[in-house]
């Protein structure tokens, strides 16, 4: 009897006939997750939200003074080095150690960068603990995808799969939402190392949170997919040593500098991009249906990166743009700065839910991700032509606060066409031997986008606002209609040899 019904209560959960499992077809692991991420993202973007106007701010403000144009260059890098080293981790997570463990190790980097920023003062403190952020994340982002992926992959429903990416992204941008809302309120009424200071208790929660759930992960996740020959790690080590040695050199010879670091991510991002692409299309390992899905894949990097270059000017182009003409004083009080760029993720996270329920209500009648990317494109192309609009009307005076925040609204809840349909693509159609590479790969799309943003606020502070925002809506209008234009070659592609 005992066996009976366990085998009932395990179709009932696989089925969801009778257990109403439809209504909840994600399960425990994927909420853990969310959770763990939630906080990750809470102490990453409340850094974030703050970073930019640390650099700009006076001394006298408790800001380092950093000119402009650097400390976008700057900021750019530093967010396109975060998603540029989850290559590594991805890599590693494939070949070296497991998927949950290369999560647990990242966030425990991780909370101590935050620890370094919020104890450290000046350019050496904000350089130690970046470099801390930088290296935890690169290990703990790709690799918490692909678990989520892993948990995914137990519901035989596929049509579940955008939406449990979905509400899984949805949980991501609340930390996001709730991080910069509380460390730029206690940046605005007592400095910016007290922002810092919360930023890292929101990552000691995401490793509590993480400890916590690891019993409940699939086998898949405590499991090295592709393991690394023995004979081959001693190269690995070489290689490692060799480029952290050619990084140093640079930097001590001036050859890698705060002003040209954007550039130089921007074209690492590519470089590594190609190398993926490249990999992935001549392994043996990889079959003729999975490469085709691959270089269907191309024309959505591209975009996406593009795309994302023009969200993350919210920490380049637009932070500039509100330390200079943003009327920030609602009566006789001054709105903390750092709260303008939470709208943006705000308003995806209030989009998000309904926007899945679409999804799920639509089932195979939903459009494909190549139109879903596209119509971002689109809307945040719009997003920049409104900001073009009120930039022009109001000349050279101040843009009042209600303006940016409507233009913060309409760019951030575009992410909901792009960010998870990214997530979800990359773990649906990847190559089985390159499961983790290729949300590394995806990610990838953050570190061009990032590293664009930082050059694309270098443009900023040399020609006038009106060219900037016309070029700018311009060029996302263009490129959804184009990828809109050429979605049933391309859908068709990604759909190859999949069932669903």
Excluded at 103 to 121: D, N, Q
Excluded at 244 to 264: D, K
Excluded at 302 to 314: C, N
Excluded at 351 to 377: C, D, F, S, Y
Aim: charged fraction near 10%.
């Amino acid at each position: 009897m005992r066996k009976t019904r366990h085998q009932t209560t395990a179709v009932r959960d696989t089925h969801g006939a009778t257990t109403g499992v439809s209504e909840r077809p994600f399960g425990r692991g994927l909420w853990s997750m969310a959770l763990t991420e939630m906080w990750e993202r809470y102490s990453f973007y409340g850094l974030q939200g703050i970073l930019s106007f640390y650099l700009l701010y006076a001394v006298t403000e408790g800001g380092l003074a950093v000119d402009p144009s650097v400390a976008a260059g700057i900021v750019g890098a530093y967010g396109g080095t975060v998603y540029l080293c989850q290559i590594l981790g991805a890599w590693l997570g494939d070949r070296l150690v497991s998927p949950q463990h290369m999560v647990l190790y990242g966030a425990v980097v991780i909370t101590c960068g935050h620890i370094v920023l919020a104890f450290a003062p000046g350019l050496v403190g904000l350089g130690a603990g970046l470099l801390c952020i930088v290296a935890g994340t690169g290990a703990l982002k790709t690799n918490i995808t692909s678990i989520v992926g892993f948990v995914l992959d137990q519901n035989p429903d596929g049509r579940h799969r955008d939406a449990g990416f979905s509400y899984f992204y949805m949980a991501i941008n609340i930390g996001a939402v709730a991080g910069p809302l509380t460390t730029g309120l206690v940046q605005s009424e007592v400095g910016f190392h007290y922002g810092f200071a919360l930023a890292a208790v929101g990552m000691g929660a995401a490793l509590v949170q993480y400890v916590a759930s690891m019993k409940h992960l699939p086998e898949r996740a405590r499991t090295v997919n592709n393991p690394l020959p023995a004979g081959r790690r001693p190269f690995v080590v070489m290689a490692g040593v060799a480029f952290l040695a050619a990084v140093g050199a640079a930097v001590a010879t001036g050859v890698l500098r705060a002003e040209n670091l954007s550039t130089v991510v921007t074209i690492a991002a590519l470089v590594a991009a190609a190398a993926y692409f490249l990999t992935m299309t001549t392994s043996s390992a990889v079959s003729g249906d999975e490469r085709r899905r691959v270089l269907g894949y191309l024309p959505l990097f591209l975009a996406s990166g593009v795309y994302f270059g023009f969200l993350f000017q919210k920490f380049t182009a637009i932070s500039i743009l509100i330390t200079e003409r943003i009327d920030l004083h609602v009566g006789g009080w001054r709105f903390p700065v750092a709260w303008i760029t939470t709208v943006s993720p705000l308003a995806l996270v209030l989009v998000i839910p309904l926007v899945a329920r679409m999804w799920n209500t639509l089932g195979e009648r939903q459009p494909g991700p190549v139109t879903k990317v596209a119509i971002g494109l689109v809307q945040i192309g719009c997003a920049y032509l409104f900001l073009l609009v009120i930039s022009e009307a109001t000349g050279h005076a101040r843009i009042p606060l209600v303006l940016i925040l409507l233009f913060m609204m309409a760019a951030g809840s575009s992410e909901v066409f792009v960010g998870p349909i990214g997530l979800s693509l990359a773990t649906r159609i990847g190559p089985e031997k390159f499961t983790s590479q290729m949300v590394g790969l995806n990610f990838l799309t953050l570190a061009l986008g990032s590293s664009l943003s930082g050059q694309l606020g270098q443009l900023f502070t040399v020609i006038d606002n009106t060219s900037y925002f016309a070029l700018t809506a311009v060029c996302g209008i263009v490129l959804g209609l184009a990828l809109l234009a050429a979605r049933g070659p391309l859908q068709r592609l990604l759909r190859t040899g999949l069932e669903h």
